[in-house]
């Protein structure tokens, strides 16, 4: 038979097609006989066939959609990864898992399925045909043992692994320890055991005989145990196991930290793994386990273990390691800050920053340095370098710049100032011979200086910017100018108004100067000069560019933004609502920000504070109530950022405050947007809204009632602070029942109110005190106001407060500042 016709037989396809012609499965098997071409091996002599036929034609192929498929010829590399194969057993993996091991000659391909189930059998009865494995020649041969439990493990799952184990109890077979072999079979019988108690012990007790009898033992037994059951809520086994494995199965220094990192980075059992690490000798995983937990922002179980690590003289690398600890701590709890700071310097743990670990032991002594030697030697006292002077000295026609920047030089100057560079640019006037004479200046060690007209002198001169040196060299501005960033913003805002757009460029370029991010500078400079000119439109579309364009708008501009669109306001008075090109202020600043911060820059959560007061005074609570709830959603615990892009998202998170933080914390955002003062004010907004207008009597239709008609309920405030409570906004329980109070008083008693408001109020008030304390009562989901002895507290606290007006007023008047009020007329107004 030739060669190809044996390798179309060979192939499974032809061979079910065979067999389904023949009508019978079992018998067909095409005898191949050896040629020239074929290697000899180790079945020559067994005859066995050399057909691609392994397990697989028992499985069944299915598609994705469930339509059955022919099946290929059996290869590990050919199998397409979208077929999932469905043993019969159901407990096979889909892939193996150490596909890429070496088994040398031996290989699935190599046997039909019955030879293989044959091979692989440990559990057969005796038959006239011996296995390989049952042959001296093959019984020790580890690539061979691997390829067939390899099949085993892959089609019968975990009862394939535990008739090998079997096999190991009896002595058929030595577990090697080193190597990938030793890793393939361990981590199979250990894993066999995780699932029953009973193989784990005797597991553990193989590998103390194998550590007895040949002193031999495979060293990630102790990781495999006790990581699996510390990541899989086994706590107290983990803790069982390592009593018994550390003895004589202790991880290495490297095997035991790394072990440490993954259950701290998974979300292991963290209270057995710190009675495990008491437990150990190891002392090396400070950095595996406090940034890991700060990066979770479980800065709680970071400090904890920061003070129980360093205890038992586990110390990080550096401070670096310590860092995002102590950031979180100087910012929400100075106290502990300093705590950590001490516990790591008596640690002796070095410090980035310290000057020492930075000094060259070859220190150039410089002029300056001998200069101020030689003056106390020869008490001559040391004298600053002018600038003015020096700056006349270079400009002198009369003496060459060689010779005026040796003198200097000779003096021992290392610095000069932006009039003396200004001085020598206007004596060269050209860009490549300024930057010759700025290299000159360094090849002597006379430093230019910071400032930000030297610095633009400089890059304009090597970039061969000859139009905007010359604009800077000869403008009338004076070079200690350039260094006032919000002069040079008004005078671009004046350029931009007057369309001078070379002064415009320039004093961009400039102010440009030394910029770490220079796109996004140029940008927000751009939009804060649109803002102080007034321009909306032109503000619009520069936002949309830079949110396009993923620029972060940064706080300055947010701060130009607010002050461009709001109206100023006086204190305590309601504000006068402007529009803009037929647009609500208050609805535009708020669409800005909202857009700003979806962008993913950072706005301060004071920015929405005066926002909200002028919802609030102007009586807009639907729209106070929906700006409310968003924030509370964006600055608090619970803010997803799941309908933002991946980067966008990121961005955001930087600046999220940590779920840790109490919302009740003074820096946490949701307190310094809710303070206990706006609390009051949103429960008193409810009262006084509500009771602005007099009851409408109307015979129309209710769809006919406009909504601005339709006042709020009084306990608007009350419903608005518990639905932001859900939000975990801390709500100040004191501030609620002093708000709640104020207003009855107002309302019920005694006295009368300065207010217009006030009194107006308590005209149109017909609910009796009973009635409103019963509608405060089913807004608080509690009984509380509505109380018999509710009038007798509102005419104590009422008169309280009109004696210690009358009082006040009394002493003012006797001051001589103002005449004593009426007897009666009392001023209950926040």
């Known amino acids: 038979m030739r060669p190809a016709l044996q390798r179309l037989l060979a192939r499974p396809s032809s061979l079910e097609i065979l067999r389904y012609l023949v009508g019978n499965a079992q018998e067909l098997r095409p005898a191949v006989t050896r040629t020239r071409r074929c290697s000899r091996s180790p079945f020559d002599n067994r005859q066995y066939s050399s057909a691609a036929v392994g397990p697989q034609e028992e499985a069944a192929l299915v598609l994705g959609d469930g339509s059955p498929e022919i099946a290929s010829p059996i290869s590990k590399s050919s199998t397409p990864s979208r077929l999932v194969r469905k043993y019969k057993t159901g407990q096979a993996n889909n892939q193996p898992r150490y596909s890429n091991l070496n088994y040398g000659p031996w290989n699935e391909s190599l046997w039909t399925r019955d030879e293989i189930e044959f091979e692989s059998n440990l559990d057969g009865e005796a038959t006239s045909r011996p296995r390989l494995l049952d042959q001296p020649a093959h019984r020790m041969d580890v690539r061979l043992w691997a390829c067939l439990f390899d099949y085993r493990q892959r089609l019968y799952g975990l009862s394939g692994v535990a008739m090998f184990w079997e096999a190991v109890k009896r002595g058929d077979f030595q577990v090697p320890v ?10 199979e019988f250990v ?81 057995a793994l710190k009675e495990i690490y008491k437990g150990n000798n190891h002392r090396n995983v400070y950095g595996k386990i406090v940034p890991f937990l700060c990066e979770q922002e479980d800065f709680k179980s970071a ?38 700071t001490k516990s790591l310097v008596d640690a002796g743990v070095p410090f980035a920053s310290r000057i020492s670990s930075t000094l060259n032991d070859n220190t150039k002594i410089s002029r300056e340095m001998m200069n101020l030697i030689h003056g106390k030697t020869f008490h001559i006292p040391v004298k600053a370098y002018n600038d003015n002077l020096g700056a006349r000295w270079l400009a002198t026609q009369w003496v060459s710049l060689d010779v005026a920047l040796n003198a200097i030089h000779a003096l021992g100057v290392q610095e000069i100032g932006p009039l003396s560079l200004q001085a020598i640019a206007l004596r060269e006037r050209d860009a490549e011979r300024i930057t010759q004479r700025i290299n000159q200046l360094k090849d002597l060690d006379i430093s230019i200086g910071n400032s930000t007209f030297s610095r633009a002198v400089e890059k304009f001169a090597r970039t061969q910017n000859q139009e905007f040196l010359d604009g800077l060299l000869k403008s009338d501005q004076h070079p200690d100018e350039f260094d006032d960033h919000n002069l040079q913003e008004q005078l671009l805002t004046s350029y931009a108004r007057s369309r001078d757009w070379f002064q415009y460029r ?30 909306t439109s032109a503000m619009l579309a520069s936002l949309r560019k830079m ?15 607010l002050h461009g669109i709001l109206r100023p306001r006086q204190r305590g008075r309601r504000p006068i609502t402007s529009t803009i090109k037929n647009a609500d202020d208050l609805n535009m600043a708020i669409s800005i920000l909202k857009g700003i911060m979806e962008s993913g820059s950072f706005v ?34 619970a803010n997803t950022t799941s309908f933002l892009s991946p980067t966008v998202a990121k961005r955001v998170h930087r600046y999220r405050v940590p779920t840790q933080v109490k919302t009740s914390h003074p820096l946490h955002p949701l307190k310094i947007l809710f303070p206990p003062a706006l609390q009051q004010a949103i429960v008193e907004w409810g009262f006084m809204h509500s009771l602005k207008n007099p009851p409408r009597h109307t015979t129309e239709p209710a769809g006919l009632i406009r909504k601005a008609d339709v006042s709020p309920p009084i306990t608007f405030g009350i419903s608005l602070l518990k639905r932001l409570h859900q939000y975990r906004v801390h709500i100040n329980i004191n501030t609620v029942r002093k708000a709640i109070f104020n207003r009855l008083v107002t309302y019920y008693g005694p006295g009368r109110s300065n207010r217009l408001s006030n009194r107006q109020a308590r005209k149109h008030n017909v609910l009796s005190l009973e009635e409103m304390a019963g509608q405060i009562d089913e807004a608080l989901g509690r009984r509380t106001f509505a109380s018999p002895y509710l009038r007798q507290v509102i005419e104590s606290r009422g008169s309280s407060r009109l004696r210690k007006r009358l009082r006040k007023n009394a002493a003012r008047s006797n001051a001589g500042y103002l005449k004593a009020p009426k007897q009666g007329v009392l001023n209950l107004s926040n």
């Open 506 to 535: 320039l004093t961009l370029a400039i102010r440009l100067v030394g910029s770490k991010h220079p796109e996004m500078d140029t940008q927000n400079i751009i939009l804060r000069s649109h803002v102080n000119n007034g321009d």
């Open 191 to 271: 894993n066999l055991g995780l699932q029953d108690s009973k193989v784990l012990k005797e597991v553990w007790r193989y590998a103390d005989q194998r550590l007895e009898e040949t002193q031999e033992r495979w060293s990630k037994l102790y990781v495999k145990i006790i990581q699996h059951l510390l990541l899989n809520g086994r706590g107290q086994e983990a803790i069982d196991w390592h009593s018994r494995l550390i003895e004589r199965h202790a991880p290495g220094p490297n095997g035991f930290a790394e072990m440490v990192r993954q259950v701290v980075f998974k979300r292991g059992d963290m209270e």
């Open 604 to 637: 301060s959560a004071t920015y929405w504070r005066e926002i909200i007061k002028r919802l609030g005074m102007l009586g807009r609570l639907k729209e106070l109530e929906d700006l409310c709830v968003f924030l509370a959603s964006w600055y608090g615990p």
């Open 303 to 340: 400090l904890q273990w920061h003070f129980i690590l360093l205890e038992k003289g586990d110390l990080p690398a550096s401070s670096k390691k310590a860092e995002p600890l102590v950031h979180f701590l100087a910012i929400y709890n100075r106290r502990k800050a300093v705590q950590v």
């Open 178 to 187: 080193i190597g990938a072999y030793a890793q393939r079979f361990w981590e």
């Open 547 to 561: 949110q396009m364009d993923g620029i972060v708008v940064t706080a300055n501009t947010v701060n130009h933004i």
